[in-house]
Structure formats: structure tokens, C-alpha cells
């Protein structure tokens, strides 16, 4: 196993286990770490719901994370958040929680690896049509990037790659910069700097993972309004 060091750029370089050509790396061990956590916590916490007031600090804790993100997306979707809850609350869930992980010693959060941050946008990616379908049907949603004239196909096309690529370089340029500055606060001034700098990144972090949850539901929201406005206009 590679020890790891402040040179390195991404948790990808970290190798764990290899064994032809399968590897082991630190991205993939810390994904799945991220992954365990949230799904004990979310056992142990709804394994004894109750409807009554006298309920645990936990469910009183999820019950605020929930309605503060069903809040958010309601705003964008126009009341619809139940819909969307699913998959925009687990992007920040998982976000927030793998950048939250990063004040224990020897951990390195994976969306500061470039391979995490494009399968999270990946995930926006098909997540847009699926919904868009799904509100609308096949031949709507298609008939959209055609529209105003079938020269704009092409320019809808890039417009949707390059709102992955903008998700991917965002998130991923955000949390690994964070990474390099405390390293090298810690070989210049190992004391005081670097406990700042931390705490910071831990609001930088939960930030990061707001903005990417949100970003991913103006693109739902959007591929959804925009073609249940444009079918409305030609039932006109």
C-alpha cells in the first residue's frame, strides 16, 4: 500500500490493493465508507419511527434535514418536491457527509477525485431526460431540442454537456483546492492556520454539496417546465 502524501492530487493515486487489473483505491474504499455511514445511520434512525412528538433527537435531526431540502426543492419544482426528494436529497446527503468526513486524520473526501465528481454529474446527467420523460413523454421531450428550428439540436446537445462538465469541474475543483491549501498551511505553519482552514472547509463543504443538489434541480426542473410550457403551447 502507497503511503499517502501532500504532493499527491487525487485520492485515485492512493492504492489500497491491486491485483492484475483490479484496483483498490483510496477513492473507491472512502465512497463505499461514505456509503456504509449513511446507510447504518439511515437504519438506525428509521428502524423506530414514531408519529408522535416524543420522538428520539435523531428523527427530530432527520426530520429537519428532510424538510429543509424538501423546502428547497418545492421552491424550484412548484410543489412537486416529493417527486424529486429521492435523488436530489441523496446527492447532498452524500456530498455533504463525504466532505464532512474529511477532520478525521488519513481521510481524504472522494468528490476531491475527479472520477467521483463526474459520476455524481453522470448521475444529473440521465437523471434530466429521465424526468423530463417521465413528466412529459418521449416524443415532447425530444421534440424540444428542435425547437425553435431543428438547427438548435446540436446547440441543446453541447448546452447538456456542458452543464456535466460545468457540475464535474465545479464540485471538484472546490474540495480539492480546499485539500492542497491545508497541506500546505500544514508544512508552513503547523498550528493555528490549519484548524481555521479547517473549519472552513467543512462550511465550504457542506456549500459544495448544496450548490451541486440544487444545480441538479434547476436542471430537472427545468427540462421538465420548459417542455410541459412548450406542450401547452402547441395544444394552443
Known amino acids: 500500500m502507497e503511503i499517502m502524501t501532500i504532493s499527491q492530487i487525487s485520492p485515485d493515486q492512493v492504492i489500497f490493493w491491486q491485483w492484475k487489473f483490479i484496483t483498490l483505491n483510496a477513492t473507491l474504499v472512502y465512497t463505499w465508507l461514505?456509503?456504509?455511514?449513511?446507510?447504518?445511520?439511515?437504519?438506525?434512525?428509521?428502524?423506530?419511527?414514531?408519529?408522535?412528538?416524543?420522538?428520539?433527537?435523531?428523527?427530530?435531526?432527520?426530520?429537519?434535514?428532510?424538510?429543509?431540502?424538501?423546502?428547497?426543492?418545492?421552491?424550484?419544482?412548484?410543489?412537486?418536491?416529493?417527486?424529486?426528494?429521492?435523488?436530489?436529497?441523496?446527492?447532498?446527503?452524500?456530498?455533504?457527509?463525504?466532505?464532512?468526513?474529511?477532520v478525521v486524520p488519513g481521510y481524504v473526501p472522494p468528490t476531491s477525485s475527479l472520477t467521483t465528481t463526474f459520476a455524481l454529474a453522470i448521475c444529473v446527467f440521465i437523471a434530466v431526460p429521465i424526468y423530463g420523460i417521465a413528466k412529459q413523454g418521449l416524443k415532447e421531450y425530444i421534440k424540444e431540442y428542435f425547437r425553435p428550428t431543428f438547427i438548435f439540436?446540436?446547440?441543446?446537445?453541447?448546452?447538456?454537456?456542458?452543464?456535466?462538465?460545468?457540475?464535474?469541474?465545479?464540485?471538484?475543483?472546490?474540495?480539492?483546492?480546499?485539500?492542497?491549501?491545508i497541506a500546505i498551511l500544514l508544512s508552513v505553519t503547523p498550528f493555528f492556520f490549519p484548524i481555521v482552514m479547517q473549519a472552513l472547509g467543512l462550511l465550504i463543504g457542506l456549500i459544495q454539496a448544496y450548490i451541486f443538489s440544487i444545480l441538479a434541480m434547476v436542471y430537472i426542473a427545468s427540462a421538465t417546465q420548459t417542455h410541459e410550457e412548450g406542450h401547452e403551447k402547441t395544444e394552443k
Open 34 to 102: 461514505v456509503m456504509a455511514i449513511l446507510i447504518i445511520i439511515s437504519w438506525l434512525v428509521t428502524r423506530n419511527l414514531s408519529d408522535s412528538i416524543h420522538c428520539t433527537r435523531w428523527q427530530n435531526f432527520l426530520e429537519v434535514v428532510i424538510s429543509t431540502i424538501r423546502g428547497e426543492i418545492n421552491e424550484i419544482s412548484k410543489g412537486e418536491a416529493g417527486h424529486y426528494l429521492p435523488f436530489v436529497g441523496t446527492l447532498f446527503l452524500f456530498i455533504a457527509v463525504a466532505n464532512l468526513l474529511a
Open 153 to 181: 439540436f446540436p446547440f441543446h446537445v453541447m448546452g447538456e454537456l456542458s452543464r456535466t462538465l460545468a457540475l464535474t469541474v465545479r464540485l471538484f475543483g472546490n474540495i480539492m483546492s480546499h485539500e492542497k491549501v
